[in-house]
């Protein structure tokens, strides 16, 4: 074959997810390029490839590209695949495929197994318009940034996220775009899957596994309480946001928070109608 980079998808959970095309990829190319070779190893040995590995990780990705586009460069084409799924979407590849194509090499797409497309297809939400975001930051000011930037996105928002920080991301739904209805996604074609559905406030209710990897889907849905709340005028806001903070001393922080409790809405929305009051 002709040097080229393929961007192989591999599976997300289920072994036998994966195509015919990336098994033979994954045997005639001289090296593959792995975010975790221990992961991809197994994969390996499941199918009887014996391909050799190198890693390429976020960490050493800089490093590892001038080698990978020597070897491409020279005649060898090179297999790039991630933990699981897609490599790119929110894993390492971006510099490697960039510098490739900078040089004029060919970058191939082997597609296949996306937990992102899986929740979609499974979710009974419509999905014709839809904003990836990956995962949100873990530094508490930089996610209320990050939340508060995304009222203004139409249609459903589709995030990533750590077990561990699943409850504090919901929470961050809640307080910035409202009660919004939202599907939970975990361990996609695993043993252990489970996809749960419901309005952010019952699923902070729910117990919520702290294993496996979530893809979050946040619907355009808002409960009617939450819009009927919506009533409340930007004006009123300004009015009510002035009285606290210049009668009752409150900070603009506090006053924000007093008004979203007081009225049922959004954070965010509080900020937009008093910014610059």
């Known amino acids: 074959m002709p040097a080229t980079l393929f961007v192989v998808s591999t599976p997300i959970g289920n072994l036998e997810d994966i195509t015919l095309r990336a098994l033979r990829t994954l045997r005639e190319v001289a ?8 992961r991809t190893g197994h994969l390996l040995q499941h199918y009887q490839i014996a391909t050799p590995m190198v890693s390429l990780h976020e960490h050493n990705e800089r490093e590892r590209t001038p080698g990978l586009l020597a070897r491409l460069a020279g005649g060898e084409s090179v297999a790039l695949v991630s933990d699981a799924g897609t490599p790119l ?9 960039r510098e490739v194509l900078a040089t004029g090499i060919a970058v191939e797409a082997v597609p296949g197994a996306s937990s992102l497309t899986a929740a979609l297809a499974v979710s009974g939400l419509r999905v014709e318009r839809f904003t990836f975001l990956g995962f949100p930051p873990a530094r508490s000011g930089q996610r209320t940034t990050w939340f508060g930037s995304l009222s203004d996105l139409a249609g459903m928002l589709v995030l990533f996220e750590a077990p561990h920080r699943i409850r504090a991301t919901l929470e961050d739904v809640r307080t910035h775009l409202g009660e919004r209805f939202v599907v939970l996604a975990r361990e996609l074609t695993k043993i252990h899957e489970t996809v749960s559905r419901g309005w952010v406030s019952d699923l902070l209710n729910r117990p919520l596994d702290a294993r496996g990897e979530y893809v979050i889907l946040v619907s355009d849905q808002i409960h009617e309480t939450d819009a009927a709340s919506e009533a409340v005028s930007d004006e009123q806001l300004k009015s009510e946001f002035g009285v606290l903070t210049n009668l009752a001393e409150l900070s603009a922080r506090d006053a924000v928070a007093a008004l979203a409790e007081r009225h049922g809405v959004a954070r965010q929305r509080v900020y937009k109608a008093t910014r610059g009051h």
């Open 31 to 38: 090296v593959i390029a792995a975010e975790d070779t221990r």
């Open 89 to 97: 979407i929110s894993d390492p590849g971006f510099h490697l495929v």
